[in-house]
C-alpha cells in the first residue's frame, strides 16, 4: 500500500501554500484598487492639475492664533485685521 505523503518531501505541501498565500494576496490588492477607485469622488482635484487656495478666512485664522500667542499686540491685530478685510482701521485707536 502506498502513501502518497510520503512521497515528494513537502515540496508539494509548500508550493501549494505559496499559491495560496499569493492568490489571496492577489485577491485582496484587487478589492482594496476596486474600492479605492469606486470611493473617489468624480471630479477630484488632484487630478485636474491646480489645486484650490486657502479656504475663506484661512489668513485672519492665522492672526487670530499668533494674537491668542502673544506674537502680536492687540493693536497690530486689529489693524491687521482690517486691513485683510479691507476696511481703515479704527481712527480712534491710534
Known amino acids: 500500500m502506498m502513501f502518497w505523503y510520503n512521497h515528494g518531501g513537502g ?11 499569493l492568490f489571496w494576496a492577489l485577491i ?3 478589492a482594496v484598487l476596486l ?3 469606486l470611493a473617489r469622488p468624480p471630479h477630484d482635484a488632484r487630478h485636474t492639475g491646480w489645486q484650490r487656495g ?12 499668533r494674537y491668542a500667542r502673544g506674537e502680536i499686540d492687540e493693536e497690530e491685530y486689529v ?3 482690517a486691513t485683510l478685510r479691507g476696511s ?3 481712527p ?3
Not at 12 to 20: E, K, R
Not at 54 to 65: M, T
Open 11 to 21: 515540496w508539494g505541501l509548500f508550493a501549494m501554500t505559496v499559491s495560496m498565500v
Open 28 to 30: 485582496i490588492t484587487v
Open 35 to 37: 474600492f479605492r477607485t
Open 54 to 65: 486657502p479656504a475663506p478666512g484661512h489668513a485672519e485664522q492665522i492672526l487670530a492664533e
Open 79 to 81: 489693524r491687521r485685521l
Open 88 to 90: 481703515p482701521p479704527d
Open 92 to 94: 480712534g485707536k491710534q
